[in-house]
């Protein structure tokens, strides 16, 4: 059996845990959203609250329900939370327009987008069939209808519907293309390759649906290369192809029956992992990666994937003993792996070998700004070694002369040195530069704290706050506000 590698390195960026929340709202201007890591989000609407000049600044667990709003002030509110990414305050906003309006279609059909994209797809389904009770006829419901059946591994129904919508003179590519995706996940090669070459000489093809459907070609096409490969083979390319379209639900389904006739397939394993992975099924994900782990325990890529899964349960001790094996073993790009592995021995309160690594990555990559500020933190508020803080944010400027983020991390490291007056210059230089960093801001009137200039502080953490509501900056500056006005 060939070893299907090309999968886990093509898909290894997509686990590397962001920058964390508290690193964020220290250093960074603007980050509501996060990565995949951030399940929970703050969010105030134009208006919701005014900020005072005196009284205490609302904190997030503060902000007021806001009653009486009408079906069109509830219906606004919903989509300015999901334009910003905040779905489940959004939904809870278009529930209220639903009840508000329960006879028009425009809630329901908000609560069904939003619903799918937050991954309930009991609810969307819900959504959608009432929808489809008050207009039979709604296409784009019943195109997501079909969506939620692949969502909930119902494919049979999901089929049935696609032939429904086509014998009804549906014409859509994307349905065609769901079609196809079907037909293959079911073994019928012949029908899926078909529909598929007819999508592929429509010169109107949507970009991004052709490159899929030429990921799944090429599976075909590397299949028909290994000439007499067995028909496992090709299932395993399909099942990394429907993995690299993110066709998780389909993927576990082939794999799965792949595994039932051979349990000894190694990379079928962790192809299936990976799929439970991405799923956020990190229990399966990890009784499948322990399977290939037990066929070639000394794999590294099963070995950095066992690392992830661990450090996604919590299980920090495990996943820092796997991800070392996968370092070890030669795992490539080893700097994935050193990333996590800083990160992971931060959060074990293993500071100083979290920074030595940080610095590592430094003298090898220095082409993002952001790589400077863990390190640049964990000498400040862990390790109370502000001089080497110093150190690090002035190879920042020497690396990044022009960005203002450079000056704050300067002036943030000056400030623990006690090094006020130089440390106030380059706060006040970042800020010239991007007045709306809120992170340098926040700095700045720390700083004032620091000397006891209340009022300098007031007005810092005021401005932080008002550049960042809806963010962790802004939520740590009224936090400091508040503490400061009952000093």
Do not use: C
């Not at 006879?103 to 489809?132: H, M, Q, V, W």
């Amino acid at each position: 059996m060939k070893k299907i590698t090309a999968i886990v390195i093509a898909v290894i960026l997509a686990f590397v845990i962001a920058m964390g929340d508290q690193i964020i709202r220290l250093s960074l201007s603007d980050n509501p959203l996060g990565l995949n890591s951030i399940k929970s989000f703050f969010g105030f609407d134009d208006g919701a609250i005014t900020l005072p000049t005196k009284p205490s600044l609302p904190t997030i667990s503060e902000k007021p329900e806001e009653v009486n709003l009408t079906y069109d002030e509830r219906i606004k509110k919903g989509d300015y939370y999901a334009e910003r990414g905040f779905l489940t305050y959004a939904t809870n906003e278009y529930v209220k327009a639903a009840n508000l309006e329960p006879t028009r279609l425009d809630p329901f059909r908000k609560l069904l987008k939003t619903n799918f994209d937050l991954g309930d797809y009991s609810k969307a389904k819900k959504n959608a069939e009432k929808i489809l009770e008050m207009q039979s006829d709604d296409y784009q419901t019943q195109y997501y209808l079909v969506k939620i059946h692949i969502k909930q591994n119902d494919f049979t129904k999901a089929d049935l519907l696609i032939d429904q919508l086509v014998a009804a003179g549906a014409v859509d590519n994307h349905l065609n293309y769901l079609k196809a995706l079907l037909q293959i996940t079911f073994g019928k090669h012949d029908e899926g390759k078909v529909l598929l070459n007819a999508l592929v000489k429509d010169i109107e093809l949507n970009v991004d649906l052709a490159a899929d459907i030429q990921k799944v070609m090429s599976a075909y096409q590397e299949f028909e290369f290994a000439k007499a490969a067995e028909d496992l083979y090709l299932a395993e390319l399909l099942s990394r192809s429907l993995n690299q379209i993110e066709e998780y639900e389909m993927s576990i389904y082939k794999l799965k029956n792949i595994l039932r006739t051979r349990t000894d397939l190694r990379d079928a394993w962790i192809l299936l992992g990976f799929a439970y992975l991405n799923l956020d099924n990190y229990l399966f994900a990890l009784t499948s990666f322990e399977h290939a782990y037990e066929i070639d325990p000394e794999w590294p890529s099963t070995q950095y994937f066992l690392g992830i899964t661990y450090s996604e349960l919590r299980q920090t001790d495990d996943a820092i003993v796997y991800l070392n094996y996968a370092l070890e073993n030669g795992f490539e790009p080893a700097i994935v792996v050193q990333h996590k592995l800083a990160d992971l021995y931060l959060d074990n309160k293993e500071y100083d070998k979290s920074v030595s690594i940080y610095e590592s990555l430094l003298e090898s990559n220095q082409q993002d700004i952001n790589s400077f500020v863990r390190p640049i933190w964990i000498y400040l508020d862990f390790l109370q070694e502000p001089s080497k803080a110093v150190k690090l944010a002035e190879l920042a400027v020497i690396a990044f002369p022009e960005d203002p983020m450079a000056y704050n991390l300067l002036g943030w490291s000056q400030s623990g040195t006690g090094n006020y007056i130089e440390a106030e210059k380059n706060l006040k230089k970042a800020i010239a530069s991007d007045d709306q960093l809120a992170a340098a801001h926040y700095n700045l009137g720390k700083l004032y704290e620091d000397q006891e200039e209340d009022e300098k502080a007031l007005k810092s953490y005021q401005d932080a706050y008002s550049l960042d509501q809806n963010g962790s900056i802004g939520n740590l500056a009224a936090k400091r506000y508040n503490a400061l006005l009952i000093k």
